[in-house]
């Protein structure tokens, strides 16, 4: 594919409700980034995969979230049990190793 | 404690003037800076790289200068246009960590 692509781009949800948002990475890259960003803020680490090696988790906000990569390609982004405070636009990114990042549209979560 | 700080408020240029933006860090020993722009609604797009023993580095409109011992960053666009109107972060990988650490961004808006 030309580019990251993400999906939905939209999703509108009810507290308590469990959402997976998914990632196509660029083809060939290694390395597949997870992040949150609120209304105005700046991008909240939440996990990295690298390679085949084991993903960096320690953004992760709580034990609700998780996130696998499969293939070492398409990675999914699980919230279990959504709450109002995770309402967020949930942006995956992926690079070469230590190498600018490529970003997807974003998924925008809005959780009632 | 370690952090990234770019300016919150809103940069406000007239066009055709060079706008600069800031980036300044805290004890970071980074091995380089990137900076991106983001458009509303969008994921942030890369668009310069610079590294540790990098003073300045050019594309087109665009310069970016690195000065290590300031701790600082400055983003430089000349003959400033309406269509970069947007905002702009800026990221860092420490020398020991893969992972990009994301200021807040700046807003620009170049006013006809």
Do not use: M
Not at chain 1, 87 to 102: M, P, T, W
């Amino acid at each position: 594919g030309a580019g990251v692509s993400q999906s939905p781009s939209n999703k509108v949800t009810e507290k308590g409700k469990d959402v997976e948002l998914r990632c196509d990475p660029i083809s060939g890259h290694t390395a597949l980034y997870w992040y949150r960003q609120s209304l105005g803020q700046g991008l909240e680490f939440l996990i990295y995969f690298q390679g085949n090696s084991a993903p960096d988790k320690s953004g992760l906000p709580s034990d609700r979230f998780s996130a696998e990569r499969t293939g070492g390609s398409v990675s999914t982004l699980t919230i279990q049990r959504t709450q109002q405070e995770d309402s967020a636009v949930y942006l995956c990114a992926s690079s070469s190793i230590y190498n600018e990042q490529f970003f997807g549209p974003g998924t925008r979560l809005t959780v009632l | 404690s370690q952090k990234i700080e770019q300016n919150s408020e809103a940069l406000n240029i007239q066009e055709g003037k060079t706008a600069t933006l800031t980036c300044n860090y805290t004890n970071y020993s980074p091995a380089y800076l990137q900076w991106y722009r983001q458009d509303p609604g969008r994921g942030p797009v890369f668009l310069l790289l610079i590294r540790e023993n990098e003073k300045e580095k050019r594309k087109e409109r665009l310069k970016v200068t690195f000065d290590t011992t300031l701790k600082q960053s400055l983003f430089h666009i000349t003959a400033s246009q309406p269509a970069d109107s947007a905002t702009y972060l800026c990221a860092l990988r420490a020398d020991s960590n893969y992972q990009l650490i994301w200021g807040a961004g700046t807003k620009l808006i170049i006013k006809p």
